[in-house]
């Protein structure tokens, strides 16, 4: 049984919501976040990367830079920049990027779900990567950026959905990122009923992007319990913002791969090695993308390769049968010498968003070997999640990206 429950929103004024909504906080780097926010003073990165607002030497951690971003989220509130809703309400939230949409259900999850495995993970979350997100969460204490969740489509819930979006929308903009976002609020009691009673039948909710934020929502819940023995499990901070999506409506780019060397090889003889695992053919100078599983892009030295996975097996453990996990067993560790992706500094991971291309500059710019890979499917996501396993780093790369500002769940109320 899932947990999803309305909550009370603070969020944009109409005219503002295009300027306010931003990029999550992680797709930036500092030098990248500073421009966004001088460019526009109103966006949301003020508040969830607010040593924006500091000189460039500023410790990016310090208590002050959280601090800042509590007091310009309230400056925003007292202003009418942002408006706090007077109940509890569920909203729809639809990205369409090039004729591609997914309508989720914006809502708060449970950390008790999160703990006791309903809310399925496939990603470790590193403690250095979360205590930023704790320290903000605690300080604000309000979640800013939604997690996004997907579930097995329900028909309930899609005729809902439906229904709802022949409405007209709280916002519809679209954002500098070229995707149109459109918001719904769903506040009738009737309504509001229906979905609790379709998630209390849902039996598993995954993670499909935003691990760390997760991580970081639910230990600052887990402090706010331990400050309030008294809690009876209503409290705001027993949950977190989060965007529910069907996990069919969902895409899932690819996630490349670049060596910046060639561990003392030469072509001829990676080339050599890989055609005992693979068979190799060569695919001119245009970037190759996979067009199936088990097959993958390489280039080297000014050429791209078609590789294709020779008796290719289905093995009971649905993480062997990824392909990034091919890829580094049969590729990256035994030809390459990187025995963990997560901490080889000769490894750069590059979001199929980005295009091939970028590979290629990547590549030529140390002597190296650019890998393109075939996307993860949504399915083999859920199997991993289900069998209670984690898949290999960056094995997935979702797009559109949730917008950070267009809701706020405050967990002090």
């Not at 062997?320 to 997560?342: C, M, N, T, Y």
């Amino acid at each position: 049984m899932a947990v999803i429950k309305p909550f009370v929103c603070v969020r944009p004024a109409e005219k503002y919501a295009a300027e306010i909504a931003a990029l999550p906080y992680d797709v930036y780097d500092r030098a990248e976040a500073k421009e966004v926010v001088q460019k526009n003073p109103r966006s949301f990165l003020k508040i969830d990367r607010a040593e924006t607002l500091f000189p460039d030497d500023q410790d990016m951690y310090a208590p002050e830079v959280y601090q800042k971003a509590r007091s310009v989220f309230e400056e925003m509130l007292a202003s009418g920049e942002f408006v706090r809703d007077d109940a509890k309400a569920y909203y729809l939230y639809e990205l369409t990027m090039n004729g591609h949409s997914q309508t989720g259900l914006v809502g708060c999850a449970s950390i008790d779900d999160y703990q006791n495995g309903v809310i399925k993970k496939h990603e470790n979350t590193r403690a250095d990567k979360e205590l930023d997100r704790i320290n903000h969460v605690d300080v604000m204490s309000a979640q800013t950026g939604p997690i996004f969740l997907a579930y097995r489509e329900d028909p309930r819930m899609k005729a809902l959905t439906a229904q709802v979006k022949e409405r007209e929308a709280l916002y519809d903009f679209t954002g500098e990122d070229q995707v149109r976002h459109r918001v719904w609020k769903i506040g009738a009691d009737a309504e509001i009923q229906e979905i609790r009673d379709i998630f209390e039948k849902i039996q598993a909710i995954y993670i499909a992007d935003g691990h760390h934020r997760a991580a970081s929502a639910v230990k600052v819940g887990l402090k706010r319990r331990e400050a309030h023995p008294e809690y009876d499990g209503t409290e705001e901070f027993n949950y977190f913002l989060s965007v529910t999506f069907p996990a069919e409506e969902l895409k899932i780019f690819d996630y490349n791969r670049v060596v910046k060397d060639r561990n003392g090889k030469t072509t001829g003889e990676l080339l050599a090695a890989l055609k005992e695992e693979f068979t190799v053919e060569e695919a001119g100078t245009k970037a190759y993308a996979p067009k199936k599983k088990g097959e993958f892009g390489m280039y080297c030295d000014g050429t791209w390769y078609c590789l294709e996975q020779k008796n290719a097996e289905d093995p009971a453990d649905p993480v062997k049968a990824l392909d990034v996990s091919v890829l580094q067993d049969q590729v990256l560790e035994p030809l390459f010498g990187i025995q963990d992706p997560k901490t080889d500094e000769r490894i750069a991971f590059v979001g199929g968003i980005r295009g091939l291309d970028a590979l290629k500059v990547m590549a030529d710019k140390t002597g190296g070997v650019a890998f393109s890979m075939y996307p993860t499917s949504m399915d083999e996501l859920l199997s991993v999640a289900d069998a209670g396993l984690l898949m290999p780093p960056k094995s997935t790369w979702f797009e559109p990206k949730l917008k950070s500002g267009i809701f706020i769940h405050e967990i002090e109320k």
